[in-house]
């Protein structure tokens, strides 16, 4: 029986820098681009909203659709996500709602739907997927927040020009576009898609959103067409500096509560594990390196979608009960990464997981076993570690120590207490 080394609470010191005004931010934002000189009244705006849990979403989404509608357009909401929810126009509808996101919120119509049109082929042979309703209106707002992709690494990963190509492509982009990323690198298809989605998708502007490592709103900035290209990748920079991460570099065991869609496009954050480019272990150059991880449940939010689940070696067996296996792969397959929706080695207690799963790490005495206790891969700010991080933790400046050591609490079944 491996024993479990005892814990303690700490509580990270980030950026904390913020937007506390959302409304008034877009309207100072999208008036200076003036787009009253490119809608004409009663013309038509298709604004993205994707599957990601972004703080302020419906706040963000309202307050574009005021001011379009301040312009005399006529706005609406068009999920753009690729092939998440299921794959089907109600399970994107039913995605977005999740996040507030309803006609009577936000003050306008959704239209969700699966079809593509073609709007032409790039120089290798590719066709540029976009989203029916998008493709019919006359003008077409991209709105996403910019941060590190859980796979590829570029100047552009996870943003505006991501959403152009897998959010409004749809299945059939995200589809295509992840099979040639086995030909070709994905800066290079990010750059000959965006082009030509830029050049023929009547695009109005860009909406880009940067979080600080709280989860909260700290950057909003609209962007004119033809300088997406080049503003993103310094707003990926600055996200990769305020996205949270954990506070140690060597980690023996990583617990972590729940994955999902609304936390990563890989239900946890590979930037946050280190395992963007391995499953199961950190490549050189790559932090954190995590030997053993143990996940307990699945986010509401996520519709039954655990894409993520191949990332651990152990897990809950709540988690199964709680994914849709169908989704799940439709999801794993799309983004060909079938790995991402094998299962783990599950069991029906926490108590029972965390012992087989210390056991596996070495020969590591107990007192000295490295364990990390989060949440979710989003909220990092107050975490529990084993007591081997302690010494480290009094020392530094960016770490409060919250509690003094106790052992891990279990209830009767054998599962952990909050």
Sequence with gaps: MTKLPKMFRLRQIFDTSRIYDIAAKIDNELSR??????????????VTVGSRGIPNLQTIVRSVVDHLKRLDAIPF???????????TADGQRKVIES???????????????????????TDNGLPVYFDRYAHEADHVLICNRVKPHTRFVGPIESGLMKMMLIGLGK??????????????DFDHITKSISERVLSKCKILAGLAIVDNALDQTSLIEAIAPNKIRSREPELLKLARQRMPKLPFQYIDLLIIDQIGKNISGTGLD????GRKFNNHKATEGEYPKIKRIALRGLSRQSYGNAVGIGLAEFCRSDLLNEANLSTTAINAITAKRPSMAMQPLAYETDHEMLEDALSTIGLTKPEDIKVVWIKNTLELTEIECSATFLEEANRRQDIEVLTPLRIL???DSGNLLP
Aim: proline residues 3%; hydrophobic residues 40%.
């Design 33 to 46: 681009l003036n787009l009253g000189r490119k809608i004409k009244p009663g013309q038509s705006v298709a």
């Design 77 to 87: 909401v068009v999920p753009a996500m690729g092939s998440h929810g299921g794959a």
């Design 99 to 121: 996040y507030g996101i309803t006609g009577e919120a936000i003050g306008c119509e959704i239209r969700s739907s699966m079809e593509t049109v073609v709007v032409c082929q």
């Design 171 to 184: 299945r059939d982009g995200a589809e295509v576009y992840h099979r040639a990323i086995e030909d070709f």
């Design 270 to 273: 590979t930037n946050v594990v």
């Design 409 to 411: 609490a279990f209830d």
